[in-house]
């Protein structure tokens, strides 16, 4: 006689982190739904070209490796880290902590970020990219806070279009907290 058993969706709940409260925002599935989406427009502009991938570390590495699980290009990888948030606030300033290649001639280099917010940490990473002179050069980010960023470089590449409101899991951190959550919460006031 076979088992039927039956499993209900995790119920997603409100969670504590430090000293503050983050509701549910986005499941896991919506985000690897629009990850496919995301990795067939990708393979679709760019079909038979090389690419060179240039995930942002940290928050980044989660997506990034299950975007590429749906890439069917010829691409490399070269992680780079800019760091500009503490807590749940930009700083302004941009610390490079790793740096893109000095050649990137003959790839479409593809900066992958976690997030865009004010677009502060792109205007570090793209004239260094730039300098590396790949045939091409797109963004893209799985979530974008329209809001806030002056759009000064089209972001050719989009997961989610949010609300100005601060974000964790699913690489993305809180004061490095949070970011192994496989769901995306958002900042709750209660
Ligand atoms: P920007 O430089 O203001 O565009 O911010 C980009 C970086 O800030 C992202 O790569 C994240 O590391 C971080 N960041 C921006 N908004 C959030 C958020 O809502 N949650 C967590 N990190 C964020």
């Known amino acids: 006689m076979p088992l039927f058993i039956i499993s209900l969706p995790a119920l997603m709940e409100k969670i504590k982190i430090n000293d503050k409260t983050f509701a549910p925002y986005l499941r896991n599935n919506r985000i690897q739904a629009e990850i496919q989406r995301l990795a067939s427009e990708i393979n679709e502009r760019h079909r ?41 606030d930009t700083t302004g300033k ?48 799985l979530l974008l806070k329209p809001e806030k960023y002056d759009a000064f470089y089209p972001v050719n590449f989009i997961g989610f279009e949010i609300e100005n409101d601060f974000v964790v899991g699913y690489g993305l951190d809180y004061d490095e907290a949070g970011r192994g959550l496989q769901h995306i919460y958002k900042l709750s006031n209660n």
């Open 48 to 88: 038979g070209k090389k690419i060179a991938f240039l995930p942002v570390l940290s928050g980044s590495f989660l997506f990034f490796a299950d975007l590429v699980k749906h890439i069917e290009l010829d691409f490399e990888v070269h992680f780079v880290k800019y760091k500009s948030y503490i807590g749940t």
């Open 94 to 141: 941009v610390q490079k902590l790793l740096s893109p290649p000095a050649n990137l001639n003959n790839r479409v280099a593809v900066i992958v970020e976690d997030i865009v917010d004010t677009g502060n940490t792109l205007k570090s990473i793209i004239p260094d990219v730039e300098n590396a002179q790949p045939d091409e050069l797109n963004i893209c980010t």
